[in-house]
């Protein structure tokens, strides 16, 4: 693949990576990231390749634990290989769409956009349902990595509360804040039971978003310490 048509971007899921790396060094964090970069523009990687100064084989076992070798002994990350091949996919298929003038409509089509027409309503249900579960999942996987727990993202209990405080308008940004005030304050106390879907996104969600705290050091630090490298490495500083 040319440089010109190499696909420029891949999709990246901040709450598996933060989960998947929170026993690597920031060193190995970096060297890691460097190498999904690697992958996604130059293809798997030689066991002679150089990061940083050192041979690919030569880096930590935590970092090789990351990565598979193929036939040729090269290595790669198996979830960026699937999501590139999904990409590759996707955009494929949008373009043969295209090239037939798009797909065409069945009865149902047209059923469903006459109704949505006729209501003004928007015809993305689908798109707005994938985007509430994925928030969902980042919700919930930041709670078990801030708390230590391992709640289920499938639990309708759990999935209700979430989504009741969407729909008032809360974003994954305000579930995070109040998971770490309420993980600041209770934690080593007797209230550190009350660390649960439940009690953390129920009604008291607003209180809890907006009552004063006063933040220490630890496991909550180091992941604001993460969310700034990951927004530096964004912006390519």
Request: one cysteine or more.
């Amino acid at each position: 693949m040319s440089d010109q048509k190499r696909d420029p971007a891949f999709l990246f899921y901040p709450a598996d990576f933060l989960i998947g790396t929170m026993d690597m060094t920031d060193e190995e964090v970096g060297i890691y990231i460097l190498l999904l970069c690697r992958q996604h523009q130059k293809g798997n990687i030689a066991p002679d390749a150089k990061i940083n100064g050192r041979l690919m084989s030569d880096l930590s076992a935590e970092i090789l634990s990351k990565f598979r070798k193929d036939n040729q002994g090269n290595y790669y990350n198996k979830r960026l290989k699937a999501e590139i091949d999904k990409r590759k996919k996707y955009s494929e298929s949008r373009k043969r769409n295209g090239s037939k003038g798009g797909r065409p409509k069945n009865h149902m089509d047209n059923h469903k956009e006459t109704i949505c027409k006729a209501q003004g309503e928007a015809c993305d249900n689908h798109t707005e349902n994938e985007n509430v579960n994925e928030n969902i999942y980042i919700i919930i996987s930041l709670l078990n990595s801030i708390c230590n727990r391992s709640y289920k993202t499938n639990t309708n209990k759990t999935k209700e509360l979430i989504k009741a405080r969407l729909r008032e308008g809360f974003t994954v940004s305000d579930f995070e804040t109040v998971i770490k005030k309420k993980y600041n304050e209770w934690k080593g106390t007797e209230f550190e039971k009350f660390l649960r879907p439940s009690t953390l996104f129920g009604t008291k969600f607003e209180e809890y978003l907006n009552q004063q705290e006063t933040m220490k050091k630890g496991k909550v630090g180091e992941l604001d310490e993460f969310y700034e490298m990951a927004d530096e490495w964004a912006r390519g500083d």
